[in-house]
Structures are given as structure tokens and as C-alpha cells.
């Protein structure tokens, strides 16, 4: 194995308080509205993505009960998960002062993602609380995603470059927290069933779901969008995938399939210190 650069971080919550001034810049992300819009669909996805990280490990509280150092280190994931939603959501307030109507589609969001499949997992799959295993499986496979885009997006630091300081502090403070915490929820999987079926089946859920809805919003919020050209969507979209793949593609590719290994664990993958640099840099407590 390969030398570990850092060691294991305790996740720690910090108090944060991002301001969006207004008026806010309408295509703050490179100057491209559809680069943009996948970024303004992540502050409406992760909210109640978040929320239900929550309540997915919540769910399973007897588990880590006796188990001290797990449950402080719950402590500080719902912390951390409770900050993040509320920071995120601030922005809301800015895509509706520039007419993109945030809730045409979080209302989507939610009627069929949490009241719909989670609803539908947990009062139906009662049995062995299959449902709430499966909904803590779809935590733990989307905190490995947010840990890949977050490790990503902390190495290429030039894609935030042009972002507006507020802006890229939240994305980069946000990133540094899911690095630091992203084997919490794994940890409590791990004791609540530690099956590999179960694990994989609630990646294939997260993978299918995370990205669909990613570019639904980013879809939505194009069209809701007066100032985008219609000819010019195609050599902007070209332009955001192409810059895609070349920031995040190698790391996507790569540690996506790891998780699939069955000794799987994601402290195996090296990027603590990042996050650790970061914070340190930035004087987060
Ligand atoms: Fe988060
Ligand atoms: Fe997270």
C-alpha cells in the first residue's frame, strides 16, 4: 500500500455564516449558465439530501448507542450535515430574486425522491427494516460521491477560480467537511449489516438518483432561465461537460469502482490531508 499522508481527522462542527450579497452575478460559474445551473441544482438537491442522511443514520441510534466514540462521531456528522443544509439553502433566496423559481423543482424533488421512493422503502420494506437499511446504504454510497466530487474540486482548485469569494468558500468549506466525514455513516452501516449486497444495492440507487436529479435541475433551471440564448445552449453544455470530465473524470472513474471491492473501507482512499490543508488555510476552527 502506498505511504498514508495524513491521519484520520475528528469531524468537527464549525460555525459558518455565508453571505450572498444582491444582486448576485446571474451566471456566477465561469460565466456559464449551464456550468451554473448544475451548480445552483446542487444547493437544491443537497438540502434534503442532507436531511436524509440524517434521518438515515438517526434511524439506527440503538445500534451505536453503547458504542461511545461512534455515537460522538454521529454527533458531529448530523452537526456538520445540519450546517451544510443550512448554508446551502440561503442561496434559494438569490434563484428566486433572479426569477429561476427554486421551487417549481425542489417541489418535484421532494414528491417523488422523499415522499416518494423513501416513503415507499420504509413503510413497505418493513421487514428486517430492509427499508431503512437500504435508505442508510444510499447515505453511505452518496457520501462516497460527495467525497469523490469534494476531493476533485479541492484538487483542481483553478475550476473556482472565477467563482465569487462567498461562493467558492461555501463549495470548498463544504467539500473539506465530506472528505473529513465521509466514513461516518460507513462505519455505522458496517454495524447495523454488514452485508455486500446491501451496500452495493444502495450504490446503484444513489448513483441512478444523484445524477438524475442533478440534471433535472440543471435542465429546469435552464429553462427557467430568460437569459440563455436557445443557440447558444449546446456550445455551453458542450463546453461544462468537457470541463467536467477533465476536472472530476479521473477521480470518478477511478474511486467509484473501489467501492465495489468487498473490503471496501473509504479511510483506504488517501485525501484527509486534503481537507486537513484546507481548513487550516482557510482558519476554520
Ligand atoms: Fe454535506
Ligand atoms: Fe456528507
Known amino acids: 500500500m502506498p505511504t498514508i ?16 450579497e444582491k444582486p448576485f452575478p446571474k451566471h456566477w460559474f465561469n460565466s456559464n449558465p449551464i456550468a451554473t445551473h448544475f451548480m445552483n441544482a446542487q444547493h437544491l438537491v443537497f438540502p434534503d439530501g442532507e ?21 460522538n462521531r454521529v454527533k458531529n456528522f448530523i452537526g456538520q450535515e445540519g450546517t451544510h443544509f443550512a448554508e446551502h439553502q440561503k442561496f434559494w433566496d ?40 437500504l435508505s442508510l446504504s444510499v447515505t453511505v454510497a452518496l457520501e462516497h460521491f460527495t467525497a469523490m466530487l469534494a476531493e476533485s474540486g479541492i484538487i483542481h482548485k483553478d475550476i473556482t477560480e ?3 469569494q462567498e461562493m467558492k468558500d461555501l463549495f470548498m ?3 473539506a467537511e465530506e472528505i473529513e466525514h465521509k466514513s461516518i455513516p460507513f462505519d455505522v452501516l458496517k454495524k ?3 452485508s455486500y449486497a446491501l451496500r452495493i444495492s444502495g450504490m446503484f440507487i444513489a448513483t441512478f438518483g444523484l445524477w438524475f436529479y442533478l440534471t433535472k435541475g440543471t435542465i429546469y433551471l435552464t429553462q427557467q432561465d430568460k ?17 467536467f470530465r477533465k476536472n472530476f473524470g479521473n477521480t470518478l472513474s477511478s474511486q467509484y469502482f473501489q467501492y465495489f471491492r468487498k473490503d471496501f473501507h473509504p479511510d483506504q482512499i488517501d485525501n484527509y490531508y486534503l481537507a486537513e490543508e484546507l481548513l487550516k488555510n482557510k482558519n476554520y476552527a
Open 192 to 194: 447495523v449489516d454488514d
Open 173 to 175: 468549506w463544504h467539500a
Open 162 to 164: 472565477d467563482m465569487p
Open 94 to 133: 438569490i434563484m428566486e430574486s433572479q426569477d429561476l423559481n427554486p421551487d417549481g423543482f425542489v417541489d418535484f424533488y421532494r414528491r417523488t425522491a422523499w415522499d416518494g421512493v423513501e416513503k415507499w422503502l420504509r413503510s413497505n420494506l418493513k421487514n428486517k427494516r430492509i427499508g431503512d437499511k
Open 227 to 243: 437569459d440563455v440564448k436557445r443557440k447558444d445552449v449546446l456550445k455551453h453544455a458542450f463546453s461544462f461537460v468537457n470541463n
Open 51 to 71: 436531511k436524509f442522511f440524517i434521518r438515515s443514520v438517526k434511524a439506527f441510534t440503538e445500534v451505536y448507542a453503547n458504542d461511545e466514540e461512534l455515537r
Open 5 to 20: 499522508k495524513s491521519k484520520k481527522p475528528q469531524a468537527k462542527i464549525r460555525k459558518v455564516n455565508f453571505k450572498f
